[in-house]
């Protein structure tokens, strides 16, 4: 069994939890390459589950790339789960990018959590880890992404490919969440994330899934 078949199996377990005690769901998404693979277990296994219209979908992260570019991560979610599964364009949350600024496109998906009522948190956050061990696009030693007080904020242009700025969810804000779901596949992020328990590093800015509070999060890490 893949780490994605499990991650998948358990985050279907959460929405059922989820949507029988409060009849409906919020659900953050991760960018980047983890969710295409969780995509395809969710289509591929739970078509079927009766209640993919009682959740609201909405992104802990996206790249400042136009809304047609290959690096759009709502554009990814769109073609591989969204279409797929027949889901309502009205329980899709997307982090308006285009011809904004970053920081203004962050401002306004702060703005879309407070009108919905979601200051306290997501019921599940869904994240991947990098090799560097960053989390949505909380890079190493992005201290304004950790130490903050907002739910969404602009980060710059990161080392690494694509060279786009992002927008993205802020620790105190993950969280908050009632379950955060870790998902990373690959001997490198393997390595770095063995090395982050075996060495109990915690709330160090080089690792930044250091912060992670433990206590509401799964990790599927492989």
Do not use: Q
């Amino acid at each position: 069994m893949s780490v994605y078949t499990k991650a998948a199996d358990f985050l279907m377990m959460e929405i059922e939890r989820y949507f029988l005690k409060n009849g409906t769901v919020s659900v953050a998404l991760s960018g980047g390459n983890t969710p295409k693979y969780l995509y395809r277990e969710l289509v591929s296994g739970y078509s079927d589950f009766g209640h993919w219209n009682d959740i609201n979908f909405y992104f802990g992260d996206e790249r400042a790339a136009d809304a047609d570019s290959e690096y759009n991560n709502y554009k990814t979610a769109l073609k591989t789960f969204f279409e797929p599964l027949n889901i309502a364009e009205e329980n899709v949350h997307r982090i308006p990018v285009g011809k904004e600024s970053a920081e203004f496109c962050a401002n306004e998906y702060s703005n879309i959590i407070l009108k919905n009522n979601l200051a306290d948190g997501f019921d599940i956050v869904i994240l991947g880890m990098g090799p560097d061990s960053h989390v949505a696009s909380i890079f190493p030693k992005n201290k304004d992404a950790i130490f903050t007080d907002r739910y969404y904020v602009s980060t710059p242009i990161p080392p690494r490919e694509p060279l786009v700025g992002r927008i993205t969810i802020t620790m105190p804000f993950i969280n908050r969440s009632g379950s955060i779901i870790l998902v990373a596949e690959g001997p490198e992020k393997k390595k770095m994330f063995d090395r982050i328990i075996s060495e109990g590093i915690r709330d160090d800015t080089e690792y930044p899934v250091s912060f992670l509070k433990t206590e509401n999060t799964r990790f599927f890490v492989e």
